[in-house]
């Protein structure tokens, strides 16, 4: 673990160590089943489901109240220095395992998803290295099929062409990226913004039409 700020206070530090050291007991007790390295960091009331699907790193850390299910094809693979937020959900399946299996997730190392995230990975969804995804931001790797309309959507099944988000990119509060997305390495999308197509290497994009604003060269 990076050292603590020397500004911060002592009576601070104690309970950052107190807290992180119980953190990782619970790594060691509640990731029983997981394909691990240590240190690995568990928060309170955090839900897992599946382990043996799951492979983490080193220093890789589920904040409390994040739910983790296993239950995929290709299993949910975290790097080195991943941080899962609080609140956020990794979903490959439905809780009960009816109807597609999904595929699963796979994240580069020191890539983070922030609080309250949502990864839908029925499809395949890559995340690269050094990717920062900010609160409230959702992936949704599936499409409903809805051409016929004598049936009702729902009895259609999905299609999943998968989402990529190349290394070194900050994808901002509340983003929306939905399926057959690449997000090109360097590249910056703004707060709010509905991704619905490819988006080239060092973009900025601010709007929620899609639009890049620049090149960062």
Same mark, same amino acid.
């Given at each position: ?22 953190? $990782? ?7 029983? =089943? ?13 839900? $897992? ?6 492979? !983490? =790193? ?18 949910? &693979? ?13 979903? +490959?399946?439905?809780?009960?395992? !009816? ?11 020191n890539s983070s998803i922030g609080p309250f995230g949502f990864v839908g990975c029925s499809g395949k969804i890559e995340i690269g290295d050094n990717v920062m995804i900010g609160p ?19 009895? &259609? ?6 989402? !990529? ?6 994808? =901002?509060? =509340? !983003?929306? $990226? ?21 988006? +080239?290497? &060092?973009?900025?994009?601010l709007d929620k039409r899609n639009k890049v604003i620049k090149s960062r060269n």
């Amino acid at each position: 673990m990076p050292s603590i700020n020397e500004k911060v206070k002592k009576k601070d530090k104690a309970y950052i160590y107190v807290s992180t050291g119980i953190k $990782i007991l619970r790594g060691i007790f509640k990731g029983i =089943g997981i394909k691990k390295k240590y240190p690995f960091f568990i928060g309170k009331h955090v839900e $897992i489901t599946h382990r043996s699907h799951i492979v !983490v =790193g080193k220093n890789v850390k589920f904040e409390s109240y994040s739910e983790i299910h296993g239950l995929c094809r290709k299993g949910l &693979q975290f790097g080195n220095n991943v941080t899962i937020g609080r609140f956020a959900t990794i979903r +490959p399946s439905s809780y009960y395992g !009816v109807g597609n299996i999904g595929y699963g997730l796979k994240m580069g190392n020191n890539s983070s998803i922030g609080p309250f995230g949502f990864v839908g990975c029925s499809g395949k969804i890559e995340i690269g290295d050094n990717v920062m995804i900010g609160p409230r931001v959702s992936l949704f790797a599936e499409n409903h099929n809805f051409g016929d309309v004598d049936s009702s959507i729902k009895s &259609q099944g999905v299609n999943n062409k998968g989402i !990529v988000i190349e290394d070194d990119c900050w994808i =901002g509060s =509340g !983003v929306i $990226i939905l399926d057959g997305v690449t997000i090109g390495h360097g590249s910056i999308i703004g707060a709010g913004t509905l991704v619905t197509k490819d988006i +080239p290497p &060092q973009s900025v994009v601010l709007d929620k039409r899609n639009k890049v604003i620049k090149s960062r060269n």
